[in-house]
């Protein structure tokens, strides 16, 4: 005997199934976010489960829409991994993981207290306390070798959230220290760009006369946002804090040094020039 929907289908109205069927095409695609193919499976039975009229236009509509998402890790060989991870999570149990440290290149090993999956730009990531460091630390999904899930229970802290854990940090690394105050003036070229997106919770703009943009931010840690400001070349100049225009400059004398044959050539060829 076939089992009746948990909310008919009649009860939707055209444009939350739409959003639905969009949404879980998308994030469901192999392309995009790993491990959601049962939001594309999900999809396909709420769509057969409509009139053939309704069904038709749907489809009309969702052919007509498309979201470009940025590239993500596909974490291709890591399904049982993140299943796991999973199982841990819904009995609360501590796990114990293998992981590759990108630091040294070598295997670890630690016990962890899983609080979240959590899945930011372009991968997934495992949130919990380590006894290792002995401390909430971050690990990326896709570096996680084998999992073994243990008998220990897991607490999740009634105060642990991702924004506190992540307090101001520009992406997923929050620094030791005072969070600091950060402006970066863009060049005239990028301003509109810049002043479209939300980057940042705390970001705040003023646009100058001459086109440019001032943008203020406040974050738990330089390096990441350093990586970000280098992305728009001579556009951007940090005004302040002097410890990031130092971090700036010590990356750009390291590309010097990379193309530095490049930029012999073009100090001593009239024909090339600087633009």
Known sequence: MPQSPLVPPEDFSFEEVLALLVLCYELGDDRNLPFFAAARSAALKLQSSLPARQQERLRRAAESIEIHLPQTNPLFGRQEVFGRLLQALAERRAVR??????????????????????????????????????????????????????????????????????????????????????????????????????????????????????????VSGLNEISWWILGYGQEAEVIQPLELRQLIARHIAHLAQVYRHEIEALAQSPDLGWK
């Open 97 to 218: 993981i293998r992981y590759y440290r990108i630091q040294d290149g070598q295997f670890a090993q630690t016990k962890v207290s899983p609080y979240r999956l959590f899945f930011s730009r372009r991968s997934w990531y495992l949130i919990g306390r380590s006894t290792v460091h002995r401390a909430v630390r971050t690990f990326n999904v896709g570096r996680i070798q084998e999992v073994t899930i243990l008998e220990d229970r897991v607490r999740v802290p009634q105060r642990f959230s991702i924004d506190r854990y992540l307090r101001n940090a520009w992406h997923l690394i929050p620094e030791p220290g005072r969070d600091q105050q950060v402006h970066i003036r863009f060049g005239p070229k990028v301003a509109t760009n810049v002043a479209e997106v939300i980057w940042h919770k705390t970001q705040r703009i003023e646009f100058r006369p001459d086109g440019s943009l001032d943008f203020y931010v406040t």
